[in-house]
């Protein structure tokens, strides 16, 4: 089953973070459908790069190819809607998650009648009329935690599910996955209910508690998420606020290493893709502000031995290198984020347009972990329903 292939309709595709991460699991991308210019141009030369570069399996072996987003596309209009509906009738998989900004703490907070919340209905219409054999839809903690727009959320899981599916949801947090960024987002996977009966039928078991689909990780759930490496890395020793400039070397006390941000970009050199690139200083406060002080709203200076706060580069909010007197790197913000090193971003692409990319991405690493579960239970289908199992 290693070379089977699935089709999928990537919605909302930013810089194409999420989508490395189902590519890397052999879902074939028909078309990415984004409409803000800068992030386009991001997204095809970013992608052709990880194309031509990437060692992942399904790409070396051609199973999956890139293809350019060729124009910007409104998903909330119909006409585009009806278009993607005739051209991928047959689609496996729908990904993807409309701009948060009206459900985030730190944004508009204009919820479900927000400019940018109403791209929930565009993202459910397009489900309802295309109606591929799975989804997967990623947003913001504010959406599920805060009352207000926890109803809308509610709300939209019922419609999914009078649609003919299932539905799993949960907050995914990429830190408890190994990964040194403190990133609580929704994490929401819907299948086909006649996929569901036919893998019952099977023996499969239904199971919708998030417990022990992330822990008990039987081989006989139809669906799971992820197995968590933390199940509390906020709780571990973590050392406090140094002084900046400080000589020392190492952290000791906490052994659990791969959650620190000096084990992702520590070792970094001018010679790295888009690691030059960063905003000039200009300001008395990079070299004024502690090592690890990042409770403040802006110009938080990260910690070499600490995880990072969410990834969150606009609305004036300043991410400081640990030990350097200047803002973090477009590839460093890249690393965070959990994007290999072969997607590159060109150098004609404004910075503030880079960071917003950057900010805006699904964590690659997560994605993949999600995508592999996705396909686990795509596969298992697939068997049963051609008698292999």
Known sequence: MNNKTFNILSLFSGGGFLDIGFINNGFQVMEAV?????????????????????????????LVTHNDITKPTD???????????????????IIGGPPCQDYSAGGK????????GRLIHSYF?????IKPDFLFFENVEGLYKTKKHRVSFDAFVKSIEQEGYFVWHDLLNVLEYGHPQDRPRIALVAFKKAIISTLEKAGYVLE??????????????????????FENPKGLNWPKKWRFG?????????????LFIDNVIGDLTDNHPNQCEHFIPKSDRFTQIEEGDTNRKSFKRLHRFRYSPTVAYGNNEVHLHPTKPRR????????LQTVPDEYVLP?????????????????????????????RTLINYYKVNNGII
């Open 34 to 62: 984004e409409i803000q210019p800068f992030f386009i141009k991001a997204y095809n030369e970013g992608l052709r790069s990880y194309f031509q570069n990437s060692n992942n399996y399904y790409v070396r072996k051609n």
């Open 75 to 93: 998903a909330s209009c119909p006409l585009e809607q009806a278009r993607l509906q005739k051209s991928y009738k047959q689609v496996s998989g």
């Open 109 to 116: 907070n204009g919820g479900i009648e927000g400019e940018r």
């Open 125 to 129: 219409t397009i489900i309802s009329k």
């Open 208 to 229: 919708f508690d998030n417990t022990i689909l992330k822990f008990n990780h039987s081989d006989k759930l139809i669906f799971r998420w992820p197995k968590p490496l």
């Open 246 to 258: 400080n000589d020392v070397k190492e952290f000791t006390q906490n052994i659990n290493k791969r």
């Open 328 to 335: 973090l790197t477009v590839r460093e913000g890249l690393r």
């Open 347 to 375: 150098a004609d692409i404004p910075l503030t347009h880079k960071f917003k990319l950057i900010s805006n991405g699904v964590p690659t690493a997560k994605a993949e972990l999600i995508a592999k579960e996705i396909r």
